[in-house]
């Protein structure tokens, strides 16, 4: 699975954005899917996952609330929605695929990955 992320923007803080995860090649249907972030100097940590039917969710604490992870099966589509953007959400945001079979939320559950969208909120 080859994965594109787009929507990232400069947005001031308080603002939202909403970041789409779009494959090439393959449907997505069956993978879990998961948005990770980077920001300079930092290791990649994990944000939110969805699983393939859409039911299970999982945030990371710091964006629990204010991010929303969803999943478009039919348009083989994954989406971030990002509301209430803090300086400290400013990052490098990758989007993933994988199908275990570790948890959501661990990076080595996926083994497909996108370039990354960057996100620069200002204060």
């Known amino acids: 699975v080859q994965l594109q992320a787009f929507g990232g923007g400069l947005v001031k803080a308080g603002g939202s954005l909403r970041l789409s995860c779009a494959p090439s090649?393959?449907?997505?249907?069956?993978?879990?899917m998961g948005w990770f972030r980077q920001a300079p100097g930092n290791e990649r940590d994990f944000v939110a996952a969805?699983?393939?039917?859409?039911?299970?969710?999982n945030y990371n604490n710091s964006v629990e609330g204010r991010f929303t992870i969803s999943r478009d099966n039919a348009k083989s589509m994954v989406y971030l929605q990002m509301n209430s953007l803090k300086p400290e959400d400013t990052a490098v945001y990758y989007c993933?695929?994988?199908?275990?079979?570790?948890?959501?939320?661990?990076?080595?559950?996926?083994?497909?990955w996108g370039q990354g969208t960057l996100v620069t909120v200002s204060s």
């Open positions: 993933a695929a994988g199908r275990g079979p570790y948890g959501l939320g661990s990076r080595h559950y996926y083994d497909a």
């Open positions: 090649g393959r449907i997505i249907s069956s993978y879990g």
């Open positions: 969805i699983d393939w039917s859409g039911d299970i969710t």
